[in-house]
């Protein structure tokens, strides 16, 4: 039962990535090719938002519903797999218009064949598991 | 209710994403992130010695049910909120005997001069969010398959884990808590990002589309 909520905000998130059609491939293409402000917009508006939101979380040191303070983990600075592994994400995002959260969209709005490209992405994961020793962090 | 059909403008969903991450955190103690689901299928589903899949992800289920709720949220959303098809019948019927004549709202909402790019690349097809003369299973044990589903989602997934995380964790999350890692990551994001679609794509679709 406790995973309920997390299920309702992923369906919520769903929604919002249709609506705000971020998980169209024609939507990544456009904004790749600065024709329209739509996807920056939506970012920068999303990180606004949620900057402030971190902000008002640690000002207020507001609590979550169980009562724990909030715990934020930073992210670890590897400046040269952040690079690279951004580069690598971002080369696959533009083949196929979706990173993750779009790509669960995608299933849902029918594009099945998306569970392929879900599939690939897991054994890219497991591929840099395999060679994660060997690339430069 | 005509408000509900039409999407959304960004100014309305973007803070909605935005909110995820207070969401997530004050209702669950989580960060927002979705690409780490990945690696958690990884350690459910695929047995290994590599340490780096040997862990509790049980502990982690609710990354994954987050995502599944993703697919349910599209499914609900594509079906019984865009204005394509049940609630207008006469793009229904043009839907079901001419894809190419469909209306869709995703692709209407363009900028004029992304279209005409579209054009250029040879892409007639778009009732679709993705193409579906690239994105389609007719295509997937083709050239072009390979290189936009198998060898896209494959750099997506080992890109994603490398860099420590996707648009999600590293852009929203990351960036909202002032991490350079994560401006590093979203810039390379770009990099690729912007090779990809001003080169790998174009040229790719020349071979393939014409």
């Given at each position: 039962m406790k995973l309920i909520k997390f299920l309702i905000l992923g369906i919520?998130?769903?929604?919002?990535?249709?609506?705000s059609e971020a998980f169209s491939w024609f939507r990544i293409h456009e904004m790749f090719h600065f024709q329209s402000f739509h996807m920056y917009g939506l970012l920068g508006s999303a990180i606004a938002t949620g900057m402030v939101s971190v902000w008002l979380i640690k000002k207020f040191n507001i609590k979550s519903i169980s009562g724990d303070s909030i715990l934020i983990k930073p992210k670890e600075?590897?400046?040269k797999a952040n690079l690279l592994g951004g580069i690598i994400f971002g080369l696959g995002w533009g083949l196929t218009g979706a990173c993750p959260?779009?790509?669960?969209?995608?299933?849902?709005?029918?594009?099945t064949v998306f569970i392929v490209v879900l599939f690939a992405a897991v054994?890219?994961?497991?591929?840099?598991?395999a060679l994660k020793k060997r690339l430069p962090h | 209710m005509q408000f509900l059909l039409q999407p959304w403008p960004w100014y309305v969903?973007?803070?909605?994403?935005?909110?995820?991450?207070?969401?997530?955190?004050?209702?669950?103690?989580?960060?927002f992130g979705i690409s780490v689901s990945l690696k958690h299928i990884c350690a459910a589903c695929i047995p290994s010695k590599n340490p780096f899949f040997k862990y509790d992800w049980r502990k982690e289920t609710w990354n994954l049910v987050f995502a599944l709720g993703i697919v349910i949220g599209g499914f609900l959303a594509w079906n019984f909120a865009v204005l394509h098809n049940k609630t207008e019948s006469h793009v229904a019927q043009n839907c079901v005997t001419g894809k190419s004549i469909c209306t869709n709202p995703i692709y209407n909402g363009l900028n004029p001069e992304?279209?005409?790019?579209?054009?250029?690349w040879g892409i007639t097809e778009h009732y679709q969010a993705a193409p579906e003369q690239i994105f389609d299973w007719n295509v997937l044990v083709t050239p072009m398959?390979?290189?936009f589903m198998v060898l896209g989602g494959l750099l997506v997934g080992f890109g994603t884990v490398y860099a420590g995380g996707c648009t999600s964790g590293h852009s929203i999350m990351g960036?909202?808590?002032?991490?350079p890692a994560s401006m590093i990551a979203t810039a390379g994001f770009f990099i690729g990002g912007l090779i990809s679609s001003w080169f790998i794509v174009p040229f790719l679709l020349e071979q393939f589309l014409k």
């Open positions: 919520c998130f769903g929604i919002i990535m249709v609506k600075l590897k400046w959260g779009p790509i669960y969209t995608l299933i849902g709005t029918g594009v054994m890219g994961t497991f591929i840099y598991g | 969903t973007g803070p909605l994403i935005g909110l995820m991450v207070p969401l997530l955190l004050i209702f669950g103690n989580k960060a992304a279209r005409l790019m579209f054009k250029t398959g390979f290189f960036i909202s808590q002032l991490s």
